[in-house]
């Protein structure tokens, strides 16, 4: 192979390896206080195996047990009673805001 190649092979492997890294780093967890805001201002829905839920949840990292959440998995009445049909579902000040939200967006909804 020519020293050309090798290098754009090394070049190739560079840009690679930094996507990779890039694309998996954990999301910066959110300060437990706007968490703790976010969670008394609103309802979160839902569910077991539901990859986007999963999402959102990393977005809160550890702080995520301080919102108000409710597994429509487990708690499939309550779910019923309030009409989700997706999750994840948040619930603010009664409006529905249906799928993955930013913290800034969450932020903004709930006044915190």
């Known amino acids: 192979m020519s020293k050309k190649r090798w290098i754009t092979l090394g ?4 840009v690679v390896i930094i996507a990779i ?3 998996t780093r954990s999301h910066p967890e959110t300060d437990k206080e706007i968490t703790k805001c ?4 609103s309802v979160l829905y839902t ?3 539901c990859h986007a839920c999963e999402l959102q949840e990393d977005l ?6 301080y919102l108000n959440t409710i597994d429509c998995f487990f708690k499939q009445e309550a779910c019923i009673e309030k009409e ?10 009664g409006e529905k805001y249906v799928g993955v939200k930013s913290i800034e967006e969450l932020k903004e909804l709930t006044g915190c």
Not at 11 to 14: G, K, M, Q, T
Not at 38 to 41: H, K, P, S
Not at 60 to 65: C, I, S, T, V
Not at 86 to 93: D, G, L, Q, V, Y
């Open 11 to 14: 070049v190739i492997l560079i």
């Open 38 to 41: 976010i969670g008394e201002n």
């Open 47 to 49: 569910q077991l195996g």
């Open 21 to 23: 890294a890039v694309m």
């Open 60 to 65: 809160f990292g550890e702080n995520y047990q």
């Open 84 to 93: 989700i049909r997706a999750t994840p579902t948040w619930i603010i000040k």
